[in-house]
Nanobody, 130 residues
Framework: QVRLVESGGGLVQAGGSLRLSCAGSGRIFSSYAMAWFRQAPGKEREFVAVVSWTGATTYYADSVKGRFTISRYSAANTMYLQMNSLDVEDTAVYYC???????????????????????WGQGTQVTVSS
């Protein structure tokens, strides 16, 4: 069974940090771009960051640029999102996704296309308190 499992979410005060992990199983993800999305209550799912299958190329949403860092450790089928200087606006369920499309294609996708990404995790809650 092909799965992505997120972990590392929780409650943190504004200004704090969290590190999310996304572990893949059932398939080798080394040829997949991997991405983070988030969805706040009452809002559309939005793109956060993506890393290419080589790990060499990354793209970020403007709202997280300079605060979040995406990385991957392909040997372990794992991707990370280091989140610093967290703000209450970062409160959301964070999802990881994997797809064979290129990282720049994923970064430019319209939200209505997100459903077409090949594999999704179940999400992990991040809550930032003021």
């Amino acid at each position: 069974q092909v799965r992505l499992v997120e972990s590392g979410g929780g409650l943190v005060q504004a200004g704090g940090s969290l590190r999310l992990s996304c572990a893949g199983s059932g398939r080798i993800f080394s040829s997949y771009a991997m991405a983070w999305f988030r969805q706040a209550p009452g809002k559309e799912r939005e793109f956060v960051a993506v890393v290419s299958w080589t790990g060499a190329t990354t793209y970020y949403a403007d709202s997280v640029k300079g605060r979040f860092t995406i990385s991957r450790y392909s040997a372990a089928n794992t991707m990370y999102l280091q989140m610093n200087s967290l703000d209450v606006e970062d409160t959301a369920v964070y999802y990881c996704a994997a797809d064979t499309r290129s990282s720049d294609t994923i970064a430019a996708m319209h939200p209505l296309e997100y459903r077409n990404l090949e594999i999704w995790g179940q999400g992990t809650q991040v809550t930032v308190s003021s």
